[in-house]
């Protein structure tokens, strides 16, 4: 968790901005997770540039500023909405890693694919790589999240030479196929059978993680 | 080359919209072949989306009217832009192929990292691929270039079943390494000797090519 994160939980609002502390009884319950619900639907749907604070603090209905308040600037408020959504993910070394270096490039592969397959869970994904794809500042949330949580717990299982460069190569393929698959829709990709990708993805995914 | 493209050559002006002929006496010499130059540049710099009709007309100092009249629509004008900077990737399939399957992995990350590496190929590139992953029309001329004209082709020589799947899980690899490498700069991919990168890659890429 990072500053201007959920960390502080609904009944202790951060006041580092000096602003007088508000409550619940005058946001109305709950105003800082509808803020954040709000933030990830508006990320999802326009990207992180053209998203704005005043379109979240709208969908959420409460002022613009209490939107600063709690999360802080605009990038921070992406990363607290990417956090969210990137949740489920970040138990993706304990479920992947867990049974061992044996078969991890399929659970691996697996894990991304069951999570590209849900449209619920896709949209905020897909709208974490567009932005980082485009922009500077969605590309640095997109860095310390995806390396630094994902791919370093998963590299420092590895006992092998160049683990780094071995486990972003491995996101480089699921990364890549999920964009094609997904986003450009090539065929035959975008309608093959996830299984079928598995068989094929899967080994290679082993093989950049744990082959010569 | 598609319909709006560089096939009439600059003394065949394009009559289909109906519009008066022009001529180079009118336009100034060379009014095609600056156009499509400012075309590229603005995707480049914009964008699918924010690439404007009016900003590449002003680039090329003519009348916005005159890129329609050679050109079509936005997409058209796109998909023009995307053939002239896609040039020498469609050359690929016979330098990569003209050796045989053997070797075919590594030959083809060579020359996807090559192209890649110098920024004066790399940055139209960037501007296709980040253009089909916002926009569909975008999207769609990815498909119809990247597929069709250069995967198929080298799906055709792969002597293996499920071989245009094949192809497109190799692309996914190799889209995924650039996006991770030279956009979102993952390290240590980003630092990493275009050596290093071969080394990993290619056998990668053999392997979904010509692999069991």
Redesign the interface.
């Known amino acids: 968790m990072t500053s201007g994160g959920t960390g502080a939980g609904p009944a202790g609002p951060d006041r580092r901005r000096g602003r007088p502390a508000r409550t619940d009884a005058v946001d109305g319950p709950g105003a800082r997770e509808r803020i954040l619900t709000a933030a990830r639907a508006e990320f999802a749907a326009r ?1 992180y540039e053209k998203a704005s604070i005043r379109g979240i603090a709208k969908a959420a209905e409460v002022d613009p500023a209490l939107v600063h308040h709690y999360y802080g600037t605009k990038e921070q408020v992406f990363e607290a909405a990417v956090e969210m959504s990137f949740a489920p993910a970040l138990s993706a070394p304990e479920i992947v890693l867990e049974g061992g270096l044996e078969g991890v490039g399929e659970r691996l592969t697996r894990f991304v694919l069951g999570v590209w397959e849900n449209p619920v869970t896709r949209e905020p994904l897909l709208a974490i ?2 932005s ?3 922009n500077d500042a969605a ?1 640095a949330v ?2 310390k999240l ?2 630094r949580q994902l ?1 370093r717990r998963i590299a420092a299982e590895l006992a092998v030479p ?1 683990a ?3 486990a ?2 491995a ?7 999920a ?3 997904y ?7 975008a309608s ?1 059978d996830p299984e ?2 598995v068989a ?2 899967a ?2 995914v082993q ?2 993680l744990t ?1 010569p």
Do not use: S, Y
Not at 172 to 177: D, E
Not at 183 to 189: G, H, M, N, S, T
């Open positions: 990207g790589v567009r980082a794809l485009n590309a997109f860095r995806v390396a791919l160049d780094d460069l071995r972003e190569l996101a480089a393929q699921l990364v890549g196929t964009m094609l698959r986003v450009i829709k090539l065929e035959p990709l093959a079928r990708i094929r993805v080994p290679v093989q950049h082959g």
